[in-house]
């Protein structure tokens, strides 16, 4: 298993930005496919992005597309998630996990929390 340890969440106003960063333990982090996660209260978990190991393709929801960036250094065994134009309806608690050889995300970090005013 693998720690993860999400911060860089905070308040910000509509039209700011944050940069989330994720710091995975053990030595294997550069092996697998990263993903960030967000769920707002009453709504289910969504999936937001993700970089691939291999050849750090990214994936995003239409939702964030060309305002989010996922990024990470294998150097550092970090994640990061730029986030820009940030918008009321992007606030939740913001989850980075790993994706599994079999597809599945099995290991998730406790979360940090984003709140963006209008």
């Known amino acids: 298993q693998v720690q993860l340890v999400e911060s860089g969440g905070g308040l910000v106003q509509a039209g700011g930005s944050l940069r989330l960063s994720c710091a995975a333990s053990?030595?294997?982090?550069?092996?697998?496919?990263m993903g960030w996660f967000r769920q707002a209260p009453g709504k289910e978990r969504e999936f937001v992005a993700r970089i691939s190991w291999i050849d750090r393709s990214t994936y995003y929801a239409d939702s964030v597309k060309g305002r989010f960036t996922i990024s990470r250094d294998n150097a550092k065994n970090t994640l990061y998630l730029q986030m820009n134009s940030l918008k009321p309806e992007d606030t939740a608690m913001y989850y980075c996990?790993?994706?599994?050889?079999?597809?599945?995300?099995?290991?998730w970090g406790q979360g940090t929390q984003v709140t963006v005013s209008s």
């Open positions: 053990g030595r294997t982090f550069s092996m697998y496919d």
């Open positions: 996990a790993r994706r599994g050889t079999t597809g599945t995300y099995d290991s």
